[in-house]
Structures are given as C-alpha cells and as structure tokens.
C-alpha cells in the first residue's frame, strides 16, 4: 500500500530555539516541516505553498500572532487553513477568545507536551490530506462525466450513421425494388427482383442483429461470459483484421453475478476498441482467469504502446475508455493498470469475486 501524500505544516516562531524545538517534536509525523521566522516570512510561504496547518507564536515583532491570523484568513485560499497559536504569556481567556476570534481552532500553553502538540497537528494534517482526496476524487468525477457525455454523443453519431448510410439504404433499395415489381411484365425479371429484394433485406436484418448484440451480447445472459468473449473476439477479427487470441481459465469458466459479468465485458471490449482504433497492431491476446476468490483480467497488443502520461492518468490525457475501464474496475472494489508492454499496450485488471 502506497505511502499518503505528505502534506506542509508551517511553523512560525522569531526564536529559532522554539523553531528547532517544534521541528523535534513533529518530526515522528512524517509530515514535511516548514520554518519561518517571522510573521512576513509566513505570509510569503503561504503565498507560495499549500500549507495544511500554522504552528504559529503569538508574540513576535512587527507583526504578531493574532495579527498574521487575521491576514491568513481575509484571503480566500486560506479559509480553512487550520492554525494553532502557541504562546508562554498570553494565557488568559481573553487572550484565547482573541485567538478564537481570529481564527484559530486551537490554542496551547508553554511548556508544550509533545504527545499532545503531535496529536492536534496529525489531527489536522490528516483532516487537510482527506480534503485535497476528496477535492481530486471530485475534479476526476467532472472529468470523467464530461468524457462520458461526449462518448455518448459520440456513440448516438456513430450508431446514427451506421443506421442511415447502411442499414437505411439497404432498406430503401429493396423497398425501390419491391414497388418496381407492380410495372414489371415477365415472372423471370420479378423472381430477380424479389431475390435481390430479399438479399438486402437479410443484410439489413443482419446489421440491426450485429448492432444488437454489441450494445448487449445474449450470450452473456444466455450461456455466460466464456462464450460473449470468444463471439465478441470472433467478430472484432473479422471486421479489423487483427488476429485475436483468448485464454479463459478454468475451461469450465462459472458463472458470476450479472453485474460482474457485464463489467468484465466492457473492459475487455473497451480495450479492445482502443487497440482497433489507436494501437495499428497485427494481434491481440486476452486472458480472463478466475482463481482464489477473484478475476484477473489481461488485455495485450502488438502495437505501438501508449504515452506514458496516459498510462499514468496525469494531465487529464488518459481518453474516456481508460477512465471507464478503471471506473467499473474501482466500482466493484478492484484494481486498475495499463502499462507499456514493449511492444503494445498491457490492461490488466483484478477485480475479487465469487461465483454466482
């Protein structure tokens, strides 16, 4: 499990002794530990860095505690900054209300107990990191509905013109064909016309059954997974031309709750698709294993591998079928990797389950 993220914890004290002091006793946190000597060299810190909790001294020259808490708060990035004063002289409960009203949401006595200075600032540093997760997680969400609603209009396109430039005129020659056999004499040329007719009618019936099953195979519902896979690998060959290969485990693969079966679907048929359109690879191997009490899922390539700032998720570059690939991987408590296969393109997904 990956170590969190550490956050800023700025301490500001004149006396460099206080200073090292505080370092000393939040060192154990993990936390990076940032010191500043006056109430101006906070200011610019902060200006600078995202800073998660101010260990501040209230009395200082030029430009005391409860003053630098005032600035802190008037600006819109620091609203929720946490602040904790320190202080060995202003202890009365006027000075703490002063330090309330300010803005700070805790207020300790010298001499410093260091169990207790750890705790307040872990409290807070923690409090800071599950906000900025939570800020990311939202950001990730706008992104991935905004992806989704593109695809789909995408997709309505796609399905439209394949409806209109196939299907559509398939069916409106054969309907030009059946009404031409009202003016035509000869039982020879109408029994032509009607064969021709009833061609492209098959062809058109063929179509509506291709586009179907891709918005939802009936083998995955009627017989299970194993067999979905290997049409929906069969028919992806014949259309593109890339060789495909599939290994299921075990052979007599069982069958999973609707949803899980489903979700394994879209992942392999969504990598799939990214192969087809970005990869120009010649093959293609997908292996779906089912073994301890999960599902591994691989999808390989032969092409010419990805951007590595893809693969990584970073700078909103990753396209909207590896956001929903590891969308219904996280949705059903897995994991998510693509990685650079050398050569191709590596998707591998673990997702824990049962059988039905």
């Not at 409960?93 to 169990?115: C, F, H, M, N, T």
């Not at 673990?350 to 039905?356: A, F, G, L, R, Y």
Request: aromatic share 4%; proline share 4%.
């Amino acid at each position: 499990m990956s170590r969190p993220e550490k956050v800023n914890i700025l301490m500001v004290d004149d006396q460099p002794s206080k200073l090292l002091t505080y370092e000393v006793m939040l060192a154990d946190l993990g936390e990076n530990l940032i010191k500043a000597h006056s109430g101006k060299d906070a200011l610019e810190i902060l200006l600078k860095t995202d800073v998660a909790v101010v260990l501040m001294d209230v009395s200082m020259p030029e430009l005391d505690g409860f003053e630098l808490a005032e600035i802190i708060r008037q600006h819109p990035r620091f609203q929720r900054t946490a602040i904790i004063f320190v202080s060995a002289i202003h202890l009365t409960d006027g000075d703490r209300l002063k330090g309330y009203q300010r803005g700070a949401v805790d207020y300790i006595s010298v001499p410093v107990i260091p169990e207790v200075l750890r705790a307040k600032v872990s409290v807070f540093a923690e409090l800071h990191r599950k906000s900025k997760q939570t800020e990311a997680l939202n950001a990730e969400l706008r992104y991935l509905s905004n992806r989704l609603i593109a695809a789909q209009d995408q997709e309505r396109r796609r399905i439209a013109r394949d409806l209109h430039d196939g299907l559509g005129q398939e069916l409106a020659a054969a309907k030009m064909m059946i009404d031409g056999l009202l003016t035509q004499e000869t039982v020879a040329v109408k029994n032509e016309t009607a064969m021709q007719a009833s061609l492209l009618i098959d062809g058109a019936i063929q179509q509506i059954r291709t586009l179907s099953h891709l918005l939802h195979p009936p083998l995955l519902d009627e017989v299970g997974l194993h067999s979905a896979l290997q049409w929906y690998l069969d028919g992806l060959t014949a259309r593109s031309q890339i060789q495909t290969f599939l290994n299921v485990q075990p052979s007599e693969f069982p069958r999973l709750g609707s949803e899980l079966e489903t979700a394994i679907f879209r992942i392999v048929q969504e990598a799939l698709t990214n192969v087809f359109r970005h990869s120009g690879a010649q093959k293609g191997w997908v292996s779906v294993i089912h073994k301890d009490g999960k599902v591994e899922i691989a999808v390989r390539d032969d092409g010419k591998g990805l951007d590595d700032k893809i693969g990584e998720m970073r700078n909103g570059r990753a396209g909207v079928g590896i956001v929903g690939m590891r969308g219904r991987a996280k949705e059903l408590g897995g994991e998510f990797r693509v990685v650079n296969a050398q050569p191709g393109t590596l998707v591998e997904v673990m997702i824990p389950c049962s059988p039905s």
